[in-house]
């Protein structure tokens, strides 16, 4: 433990991170941020997580335990170190990980840290929070009845319409569906869902910029639907959305056909994009913005962030994991902080 | 009309071009195309239109009119220039045209010109066809049922399944279904029609490459479905037609979650990729070759291929549309013409 620190260090906002599914990448992606310089330099990392597993993945690994931990008892009774830190969540089949196995302890240890770190958020003593990689199945072994970090968020902090938006430098797409077949797209729009999703991306935009932004809300269907010969909901549902949020003052554009979407020049124009499905704003995202990108959930009471990429099963405790989106996370998790 | 050619243009192979609406940028993309040094240098275009319209957009746009022009009975007769040439089918109403305004006799212009190009191609006479772009209003007015090209051709010449490819240097895509509104496209896919676009876009791509191709079969639903958590098709549809295809000794993966399929790596690793619907294929295609992109329709007893833009209205007759995707459909159609 590291007793002597500036006392600068102090002033920075304290930010809350998961360490994911310990069996994943979580681990060594928590400890990269926790000694990243540019994260230091703006921020008060606190991984919630088992010390025990953090030292043993730095083993692993080659990497070094820079920072101080505090038990999750100290914690609870105020205790906030000065620097970066591990608020220590003790787990007890810390020593029995296999790395890259599913298992419904790993999804137990991820569920609990998520929930710390939120009640953090909700009770002011982070700032925001950035959450590592979860496994699905294993939060589905340990009981845990949510599809992923969004819904679990959702129903912790008692939020109305939460909206996924994906950022990087080059693009920022807000989803109004996500992780549902194509065939229930088209079902799961109507014009509030279109609608909040404008709302959140406008409002996170709006921040981020310090100006009234510029939104590209995407057709459902190819070619806008030319004129309702294929397809109906531009008029029908899309299209009034735009119509409400331009009757608020924004400047909304829309609906656009999305081939021609993502050509430079209107990248060039346009600050943010609302797309109808999932494919339809991660493919050109992942294009332009592969190992950079972060993921936003808008519409929760905290600032929540999380990097681009899954637990990396294959990879994981190798050292070999990028940490640029997971620092990513960080970086963009203060600044909307910040900016709240 | 100029008399005096080299000789040696006559062995070049004939290559059939129809003049597209004429109120739109086909007229002057036709000129350009019968003066562009690089389609001079492997073909001989024939330009199915009025030779009064090409006459007239020359000299709007400040083009010159460098081709012999032959009416449409003489080349029914047999004639056959040396070079590129203009195969003049007469049109009573191309003193009025109005540029940009679709109208229902520029419809039937354009439709009889594809007809033309066709047959040409059908009795041997030319060894491919380019289309300039064409109007579906205008078709509509006109009386013409088809929606559009790809429709029209495999009609004409009596072809089973079609399927649309787009082409340039970057890269390929073939797509299952097209013109369709979103909520269609899941009913729409069959193994059948999964299979036909492997057939024909392996098939294509063999020709193109003189070696057996690798191909990417995209899944229809974000991740690939999560293992069949939103959607089946991928295990219903999509898997069978790869099965049936590695059965047949092709190189085939998939499904692959589209998200990421498109990243530098895996287009490295593809020679082309089979997409389920329009967007899917037509947003990373667009990023990638705005430009330079080419239309082709597989499966016709022909090859054919068009740019891959409209017929630009709004600037047509300016001399400012690019030909860049239009010489590219011709140098593109002769190269898969000669390897038929």
Chains 1, 2 share one sequence.
């Not at 500036?6 to 400890?31: Q, R, T, Y």
């Not at 790395?99 to 302890?105: H, T």
Request: charged letters at 20%; one cysteine or more; proline letters at 6%.
């Amino acid at each position: 433990m590291k007793k002597h620190r500036c006392n600068k260090d102090a002033d920075l906002p304290p930010l809350g991170v998961s360490i994911g599914d310990p069996a994943g990448v979580g681990p060594e992606l928590c400890l990269r941020l926790l000694s990243d310089r540019s994260v230091a330099g703006i921020c008060r990392p606190r991984v919630f997580g088992s010390a025990a597993v953090l030292a043993a993945a730095a083993a692993q690994c080659g990497l070094e335990v820079p920072a101080d931990a505090v038990s999750l008892k100290e914690w609870e009774d105020g205790a906030d170190p000065a620097g970066p830190a591990v608020i220590d969540v003790s787990w007890a089949d810390a020593a029995h990980l296999q790395p890259g196995v599913v298992s419904a302890s790993c999804g137990r240890h991820a569920a609990a840290c998520i929930r710390l770190a939120a009640a953090a958020a909700l009770a002011g003593r982070v700032r925001a929070i950035v959450t590592a990689p979860i496994h699905k199945a294993a939060l589905s072994l340990a009981g845990e009845r949510f599809a992923g970090h969004t819904e679990m968020l959702a129903q912790l902090s008692g939020a109305g319409r939460v909206c996924m938006m994906m950022a990087s430098e080059e693009l920022a797409v807000a989803l109004v569906t996500t992780h549902v077949a194509i065939s229930e797209v088209p079902a799961l729009l109507d014009s509030e869902s279109v609608a909040a999703a404008i709302r959140l991306l406008r409002d996170a935009l709006l921040r981020m910029k310090g100006r009234e932004p510029v939104i590209c809300v995407l057709s459902l269907n190819p070619h806008g639907g030319e004129g309702g010969l294929f397809g109906d909901e531009e008029r029908r549902v899309i299209g009034p959305a735009i119509a409400a949020a331009r009757g608020s003052g924004w400047r909304v554009d829309g609906p656009v056909p999305p081939d021609t979407a993502f050509l430079p020049d209107r990248r060039a124009r346009y600050d943010g994009y609302v797309v109808m499905y999932h494919d339809q704003g991660l493919i050109p995202f992942k294009m332009l913005a592969f190992e950079s990108g972060v993921n936003v959930t808008l519409g929760l009471p905290f600032v929540r962030t999380s990097p681009d990429h899954g637990t990396a099963f294959d990879i994981a405790w190798t050292g070999r994991a990028s940490p640029e989106s997971m620092v990513q996370a960080a970086l963009l998790a203060v600044r909307l902080g910040a900016l709240r």
